[in-house]
């Protein structure tokens, strides 16, 4: 066993500490206050400035999972959770041996209804551990492919775990050379846990 934060439900992850953060296994880490906070300038869309984020208990609802097919249909059609059903797709988010979250995030709704009645833009599973917080799985409206939701995303966790004091934000598994992976490392002052030590993931083509 070595130094450094253990994931949770056999995930390898990316990790935010108040300084670095870090990954375990093929994962990465972003430090917490390279990050800083999210600014909607570098993330750039108007739409995200009205997000709202709320966190729910680890239940599906039927409006997730037609977000969740919408995504993998345009994102991940050959995917191996392309045939995932509405049965798959509880067990994924219900069936969990720890603390467990559920974040939705829902843009303002243009018609003046309340803000909790905004459009589903975003959800993220999320596993609570006592070191820090671990993206389990996000997804988002294909229709904002553009507006880097799964940067702010991952931001937004990052500010959640500096405000409650958790030293690390576990991004999953980082395979080098896949190209939906790429985007996890473009973090900065990431650690790859490789070789039984955690290093500088330096070169990200150099793995």
């Known amino acids: 066993m070595t130094d450094g934060p253990s994931p949770q439900r056999g995930r390898a992850v990316?990790?935010?500490?108040?300084?670095?953060?870090?990954?375990?296994?093929s994962g990465l880490v972003v430090p917490v206050v390279a990050v800083g906070g999210i600014a909607i300038v570098v993330l750039g869309?108007?739409?995200l400035a009205t997000l709202r984020r709320a966190a729910t208990s680890a239940w599906a609802t039927d409006e997730q999972f037609e977000l969740?097919?919408?995504?993998?249909?345009?994102?991940?059609a050959d995917g191996g959770m392309a045939d995932m059903d509405i049965f798959e797709f509880a067990a994924m988010m219900e069936e969990t041996p720890v603390r467990t979250r559920v974040f939705e995030y829902r843009a303002a709704p243009q018609d003046g209804r309340a803000r909790r009645d905004g459009p589903l833009a975003a959800v993220c599973l999320t596993d609570v551990l006592d070191d820090g917080l671990s993206l389990v799985y996000s997804f988002y409206d294909p229709a904002l492919s553009d507006f880097s939701l799964g940067t702010y995303m991952?931001?937004?966790?990052?500010?959640?775990?500096?405000?409650?004091?958790?030293?690390?934000?576990?991004?999953?598994?980082?395979?080098?050379?896949?190209?939906?992976?790429?985007?996890?490392?473009r973090f900065g002052a990431l650690e790859i846990y490789k070789g039984g030590v955690w290093q500088d993931l330096g070169d990200p083509q150099a793995h």
Do not use: Q
């Open 14 to 25: 990316v990790v935010c500490r108040p300084g670095r953060t870090s990954s375990r296994g």
């Open 45 to 47: 869309p108007a739409i």
């Open 68 to 76: 969740f097919r919408r995504y993998l249909d345009h994102r991940h």
């Open 154 to 185: 991952i931001l937004d966790h990052v500010e959640m775990a500096r405000a409650a004091g958790l030293p690390y934000v576990y991004l999953g598994y980082w395979v080098p050379g896949s190209r939906k992976m790429a985007y996890k490392a």
